[in-house]
């Protein structure tokens, strides 16, 4: 599996390696969706440094933000962080957050991208 959870008792820590298709990107997301504390969570960090390849579908990612709209409703305040230096990673995570608001009328989880695990951090204030 290209994907590692570090779990913790206020956030996710995800790490990426290799190629990531579209079923393994829906079950690390569904993965944290079953966290017996999501509503407690407070972050979510996705780091894809280490990522060769994003093999996720248009609509395999529309499938991933309409199960986090649900999930907005459960918990609105965890803030996300994404972490590549590739071009691809974030023109996908500009299409999952086109899918969420429009299925979330506007309504997001602060979310931002970075080159780093230090600005990442510094970010979230961890």
């Not at 390849?53 to 709209?69: C, F, H, M």
């Amino acid at each position: 599996m290209p994907y590692k959870l570090k779990v913790g008792s206020l956030g996710v820590y995800c790490t990426v390696s290799g190629d990531l298709t579209g079923v393994e990107f829906m079950q690390f997301n569904n993965d944290i969706a079953c966290l017996k504390h999501f509503t407690k969570l407070e972050y979510q960090i996705f780091n894809f440094l280490n990522a060769n390849k994003l093999l996720a579908t248009s609509g395999e990612i529309k499938k991933v933000a309409i199960q986090d709209v649900e999930l907005y409703k459960i918990n609105p305040n965890i803030r996300i962080a994404i972490i590549s230096g590739k071009l691809i990673t974030k023109g996908l995570a500009n299409v999952y957050k086109a899918y969420f608001d429009v299925y979330n009328e506007g309504k997001s989880w602060e979310t931002k991208v970075f080159e780093s695990n230090k600005e990442a951090y510094k970010w979230l204030n961890l």
